[in-house]
């Protein structure tokens, strides 16, 4: 039962009904507020069925849009992990080919998960600190596209999704923005492993840091929209 249901109608009647009785019982005016009290119990049952078969009707009308939508932001989650894979430099080889044979997704995302917990992640910092000048430009480019493609995710499908997952995708938000952040503004000096040291060290920390986080956060997103339960129900 939904909570605003239950606050706005059973509480309510239930007050009045439970006040009905306590009339009743000081005041027999020949059952009427008996009669009052059971109308009241009734009118709460037949609000109860109507909604309940509402929100059956609308919740079936609505399931094959919202599984469509829910697997847009599965097939971002896992994109997303592809990402940062190529952020890092990494080649499609660090993936299991097997799990491609029968082109099943649940297989490939539950690959890609692995790689991003096994090796992204924690790889990251030691990838990062070889970088050179093409390598910044490419990471910089796989998290502007995240950017672009989790804005349209909040933009179209913001009214249907979850807050668990809007919170997600706007943590990935930040973390992508600071990647391509640093990486604009310290360009020039990121090639150059003797010049500004002590800043190029905390840029190599950050973006690897934020690499990491957008791909467990991604990892999450992936298993957050296995069922649909990243959408809103009705």
Partial sequence: MDRRFLSSVVVPVGVATAFMLVLHHFLDWDGFFLSMAANLVTLVFTVMYVDRALRSHMESRQYPANARVNTRVWTF???CMSCCRDALG????????????????????????????????????????????????RTKARADEIWGNTNHIMTVFGSRIEPTVWSN??????SVRSISDLIFTWESILDVPTRKPDIRDFVVKRVAADISRVSSLARELSELTLDNSAIRPG
């Fill in 77 to 79: 989650a896992n994109a």
């Fill in 169 to 174: 995708l706007l943590d990935i938000q930040e």
């Fill in 90 to 137: 990494y080649d499609v080889d660090i993936l299991d080919h097997t799990s491609f044979e029968n082109l099943e997704p649940l297989s490939i995302a539950n690959e890609l998960k692995r790689a991003s917990k096994d090796i992204i992640e924690p790889m990251a910092v030691s990838r990062v600190q070889v970088f050179r000048q093409q390598d910044w430009h």
